[in-house]
């Protein structure tokens, strides 16, 4: 099962966390339609600048984790 699930993103985290977050964004975008107050908290200025932080330092950690020339 596992095995079928690495497979699928093609054995790499750098593409699982792509499309974790396009998952993440779907799910945003739905919530949205059905009422924007459910989000709109997590959409303040520092929200979002700490959100932009902490999806930099995890891409880059994935991408690095797998770089044999870095």
Request: charged share 25%; proline share 4%; glycine share 4%.
């Amino acid at each position: 099962m596992w095995q079928r699930v690495k497979d699928f993103f093609r054995d790499s985290e750098t593409i699982f966390w792509a499309r974790l977050q396009a998952l993440f964004g779907i799910i945003a975008v739905a919530l949205t339609y059905v009422d924007p107050a459910l989000i709109q908290p997590l959409l303040t200025p520092k929200g979002f600048a700490v959100y932009l932080l902490l999806n930099g330092i995890a891409t880059e950690y994935l991408r690095r984790r797998r770089a044999e020339d870095l």
